[in-house]
């Protein structure tokens, strides 16, 4: 049996252990300020690529584009990538057995502009995910010995590769990824936006990318550039072809093989739109939700109960619990909305005034990973853009790849 006793917020399990939530609060201090120091730290290891002063370049960049069902998105990716100032691009785009219009406007784009180059795929091999085997299709096709990797609803200002391609040579670098502006309609996807890179923060440490040891690594989907060799020696998207998060498990590899990676913001030069909705948000996130926790139940259920405990307590023990804990509730708070602020001031253009929406915000995340579980546990695997991916096949390839990492 559980019960609160909110006059000494003495908590009672049915073992008969009891377990005082002053001191379940004082270790989560410790956690924090281990976590904000260490944020503190990173972050300034990550630099704006708006700072980059371009000089032309005349290596040719190969720009590889995966696009099922885009067609509401797609024209302006095209059309802003052919605008690119100083720099010499073929951009191949691969239509992924799309349903829509996606094919025939790269078609479009491909007659207007000599640099696009069209590609269409109709039959998805066992044992890929489609945009991974996309991306290695359009990889194969590449002329160039730089090879960028985006999305298909991805937004470029003009200088936006010769500014990466400028960084990537200045500092002799093999891989370099960026994390862009993340748009939202609403109150609510920004909130889930600004929380799940907090979370992410905290979690992935992103800025171990920027550092000379072998741990760690980052890759974001919005925009990774590497050099040809790189993504060739690290093994492609074959090393990857049955991930959900291909973007991070590719960075990841590259950096255990020991190639020189970075990692900036691009929050002036690339934009996208998270999700257009809601309800898009929850689909999505059942892709990545077990992928992300690599996989494991009893890490998904920590996760789940360790945001509760964590994130959600400490805003209603700060009213309900005796003075002692109510302190240390509120001092838990204080440190949470510093590391939150600074994540959000980090890597997005919000106010500064969203963090008060954090214990909503972890609620929200709370019920999302929770369904996005269930869900994968009644399908026995995740559905997405029209394709059913077993779990024991994607566990499987975890592990797999996981000692290969090693």
Known sequence: MFLIRPSNIVIFIENGEIVNMFWVFFGLLFIWIILLIDFLQGIRRIPKLEHTVPSQASELISVIIAAKDEETSIH??????ANQKDVRCEIIAVNDRSSDRTGEIIDEAAALHSSTRAVHIDHLPEGWLGKNHALKKGAELAAGAYLVFTDADIQFEEQTLVKAITAMKAEELDHLT?????????????GLISYFLFGFGYLKRPWTANQEKRRGGMGIGAFQMMTKSCYQKTGTHEAV?????????????????????????????????????????????????????????PLSLFALFGVLISQVFPFIFVFIGSPSVQIISAINILLLFCLYGLTTRSFTNYPWWMIFGLPIFALLFVFMLARALILTWIRGGIEWRGNRYSIKELKQFFRNSEEDHR
């Open 241 to 297: 072809r049955f991930r959900p998060d291909d973007d991070l498990a590719l960075g990841q590899k590259i950096k255990a093989a020991g190639f020189r990676q970075k990692l900036v913001t691009a929050k002036q030069l690339l934009s996208v739109e998270w999700y257009p909705d809601f309800k898009s948000a929850l689909k999505g996130f059942e892709k990545n939700a077990f992928a992300g926790l690599n996989y494991s139940i």
């Open 76 to 81: 302006e990716t095209l059309q802003t990538l």
């Open 178 to 190: 960026a994390a862009p502006d993340l748009k939202a309609r609403s109150f609510a996807l920004r």
